[in-house]
């Protein structure tokens, strides 16, 4: 496993108004709020197919590629083969179906868990060698019914988890930026405390 500090933070989504809300965009809503957080803006670069915000303090460029999902890796690969970043110090951020909302995984390499984006920055990339943040949107139930539920909104309950859990993966930043993937990936991949029950109210002597 690498230990190089990240040079491409890369969020997956799909361009346009009509999809900004939906659950498949929680890879540009991690990366927007990154660049919130890094005091950078995004500018539209048209040889990289997509947003870029370069976070020079930090020692990273920001991605959201404006190519639609599944040709995600376009714009990934175009920026890094000018840059000549390598695929261990790329993170893509994603939603991930097998994830319930609120929970995250970080993780080197692996599968590709049948998300296009995924299967298109590998393909460009030339392999599943690069980090990923999986940001839980939970399953509907019915593989028929994936398309429909990814490009729907999340729950009112289901996105304030989602947004808490982003929130818990952006205080961990200064350590991703710093390559201390395995302590970064601790305190990612642990399981938010359960809400502790409310105390039942005491009943008023007579």
């Known amino acids: ?43 539209h670069e048209s040889r990289f197919h997509g947003l870029v915000a370069n ?38 951020v994603h939603d991930e179906l097998d994830i319930p909302p609120g929970q995250l995984r970080l993780k080197f390499g692996g599968g590709l868990g049948g998300h296009n984006g995924l299967k298109d920055t590998s393909a460009h990339l030339n392999t599943n060698d690069y980090w990923r943040l999986r940001i839980g949107i939970g399953h509907p139930g019915d593989r028929n019914e994936v398309v429909n539920f990814v490009l729907k909104p999340a729950r009112r309950e289901e996105q304030v988890l989602i947004d808490e859990a982003m929130e818990r993966a952006l205080a961990t930043w200064p350590m991703i930026a710093r390559g201390e993937w395995n302590t ?21 002597r007579p």
């Open 184 to 204: 970064a990936s601790t305190r990612i991949n642990a399981r938010p405390a359960a809400p502790k029950p409310a105390k039942p109210k005491e009943e008023p």
């Open 55 to 92: 976070a020079r303090d930090a020692g990273v460029w920001l991605l959201m590629p404006q190519t639609f999902m599944n040709r995600s890796g376009q714009a990934i690969g175009a920026l890094a083969r000018f840059y000549r970043i390598t695929p261990a110090e790329i993170l893509v």
């Open 1 to 43: 496993m690498s230990a190089a500090a990240p040079r491409l933070i890369v969020g997956l989504g799909n361009p346009g108004a009509e999809y900004t809300e939906t659950r498949h965009n929680a890879g540009f809503w991690f990366c927007e709020r990154l660049a919130d957080q890094l005091g950078v803006r995004f500018n």
